[in-house]
């Protein structure tokens, strides 16, 4: 699903939730088609609350959420650190035992041949 539409879902689920709730606390009664002074301030508080409570609680989610990943990001650097640390003594281990084990081959060039004479 596209993110734009994802993002869209979330804010009218949570466009749904607070006029829901804040409807429900605030509206006494249903006689009149228009809202009350005191309902009406009661519905601003109660947005306006909400708002300023979601704000608080994003600004708090963003400063952990970067705390979490600067972590993750150090001890991803750590175990890359760690790996190649490994890998570099495992290859020095490696280097004696090659050089052990396959012999030194010394290629000498073959005397020269008369010329026109190609008989082995």
């Not at 009149?32 to 306006?48: G, I, M, N, P, W």
């Not at 991803?76 to 490696?94: G, N, P």
């Not at 280097?95 to 052990?100: A, D, N």
């Amino acid at each position: 699903m596209d993110s734009n539409m994802h993002n869209l879902k979330d804010f009218l689920a949570l466009y749904n939730k607070v006029t829901e709730m804040c409807f429900g606390r605030c509206v006494d009664n249903l006689n009149k088609r228009a809202l009350t002074s005191h309902e009406d301030v009661c519905v601003d508080r109660c947005v306006t609350k909400f708002a300023r409570f979601n704000q608080a609680m994003m600004a708090f989610y963003v400063d952990v959420q970067t705390t979490m990943n600067a972590k993750r990001m150090e001890e991803m650097e750590e175990k890359a650190r760690i790996a190649e640390q490994q890998q570099r003594k495992e290859s020095q281990r490696e280097e004696p035992r090659l050089k052990e084990v396959t012999p030194t081959v010394v290629l000498t060039p073959a005397p020269p041949t008369a010329a026109g004479n190609l008989s082995i």
